[in-house]
């Protein structure tokens, strides 16, 4: 409810199922904001996939060479993902929100203005800082203003903020780069991530009390999640939907460029058909994930076995290089990237059910997408080396199929208990 003064506390209680009065018309929009966060955050990272030919004509690079541009903002969304998702949870949604929007619209400035490749790339570390608490940022914002029995799908909402980020950020940077060349695109998309600066500001409580963060804040240690089984299964299944996520992420419009023989623009109208498909199957399996799980709410690993599921249908890339048929091809993309979402949103919802002590949420994803985003890293580069020297994407697509059917058996066998980080045990 709103309390009275000159600092409005709004009180939130994530074990409710219906919103508390006086905020039920700030829940959803809360929550569609940060949805559109996660498809600014992601359309910013389009415009780079989209604009790589043009970029690479322009600074003269080779395949390999554009694999580490395209991982160059990993470098920095690595190292500050722990660091940032701490700070999260020490100043809050409202500022971190702000402060890693602006920062990361400011770095897509730099980037058009950049003529140097040294210059280009230190935009996309730039860009990285901003990125780092997003992610960790959402799921915070999820779990406090949505009840236990949306949260799996709450989550998968807002990772189906990729999807669409990563199609219309697909569409409009094709456009503006056919028409327009890339650094008038960066500067577009730039202008969206200012505005939404804006909207947080005035839509998100200066100051929120929870029954979590009402009481004594917990104190953040590493230690405790390192000897959890529990934690590992859901590090393990991150890092390898994470891998599938930033090879499609980074590599898709070349893909479809390469197997359909497209122009530029044509293959950021295909990536945009992929994504909206990904997010309509996305969402479709997220509620079908918590309608399986609704029964078994109360078994903090249960939700386990619907993450695995996931992964294993991610897996399907394996047979992508089998199949001749452009529609088929098409399907076959389209099922994985969704399960992709599916996958990823439903694995932080685990750790969020796992999770003892919620108040360490922001640093526990944090910690999690530190080792994923690790992973995620190692992406665009490895199939620029495997591109470079093959010259096709056929063993790539096997690799990805192995890395997420290890991911399924992982969070399928190592979750069984609560992490807990008051009481260290090899939960």
């Not at 503006?176 to 695109?185: P, S």
């Not at 990536?271 to 079908?288: E, Q």
């Amino acid at each position: 409810m709103l309390m009275q003064g000159e600092n409005q506390d709004v009180l939130l209680s994530s074990s409710v199922s219906t919103p508390v009065a006086g905020v039920a018309w700030r829940r959803p929009a809360v929550c569609a904001a940060t949805v559109m966060m996660c498809v600014i955050c992601y359309g910013d990272r389009a415009a780079l996939s989209v604009a790589l030919p043009d970029i690479v004509h322009d600074f003269g690079l080779t395949s390999s060479q554009a694999g580490w541009v395209l991982s160059s903002f990993l470098w920095s969304y690595f190292f500050l993902n722990l660091p940032s998702s701490i700070l999260l949870d020490r100043l809050g949604p409202r500022l971190v929100g702000i402060l890693a929007v602006a920062v990361w619209s400011a770095a897509m400035v730099q980037g058009s203005l950049a003529m140097t490749l040294p210059a280009f790339l230190l935009s996309r570390v730039v860009l990285g800082v901003g990125e780092a608490p997003t992610f960790a940022l959402g799921a915070k914002v999820m779990r406090l203003w949505s009840s236990p029995r949306q949260r799996g799908l709450m989550m998968t909402l807002f990772t189906s903020g990729i999807s669409i980020g990563l199609a219309s950020g697909a569409i409009v940077a094709g456009y503006m780069v056919a028409h327009h060349g890339w650094r008038l695109a960066f500067s577009i998309l730039a202008s969206v991530g200012f505005l939404w600066c804006l909207l947080w500001y005035f839509l998100y409580p200066a100051r929120i009390k929870t029954p979590e963060t009402s009481a004594t804040k917990t104190r953040f240690s590493i230690r405790p999640f390192f000897v959890s089984r529990s934690f590992w299964g859901v590090v393990i299944a991150q890092c390898c939907v994470n891998y599938a996520n930033f090879l499609m992420m980074s590599w898709l419009p070349i893909i479809l460029k390469q197997r359909m023989n497209l122009s530029v623009f044509d293959a950021s109208v295909y990536t945009a058909y992929c994504y909206t498909g990904a997010v309509v199957i996305s969402l479709v399996a997220g509620r079908l994930g918590e309608s399986l799980h609704r029964s078994h709410t109360h078994i903090p690993s249960e939700r386990k076995r619907i993450v695995a599921l996931y992964l294993s249908m991610v897996a399907m890339l394996g047979i992508l290089p089998f199949i001749q048929s452009v529609p088929l091809s098409m399907v076959c993309l389209i099922l994985s990237m969704g399960f992709v979402t599916a996958g990823s949103g439903a694995n932080m919802a685990l750790l969020a059910d796992l999770l003892v002590e919620q108040d360490a949420l922001g640093a526990a994803n944090g910690l999690v997408l530190t080792f994923s985003n690790g992973t995620g890293i190692l992406a665009p580069v490895i199939t620029g080396y495997i591109l470079q020297f093959t010259g096709s994407f056929e063993y790539v697509f096997y690799m990805v199929a192995a890395l997420v059917l290890a991911g399924a058996g992982a969070v399928l066998t190592l979750p069984r208990s609560p992490i807990k980080l008051h009481s260290v045990t090899n939960g």
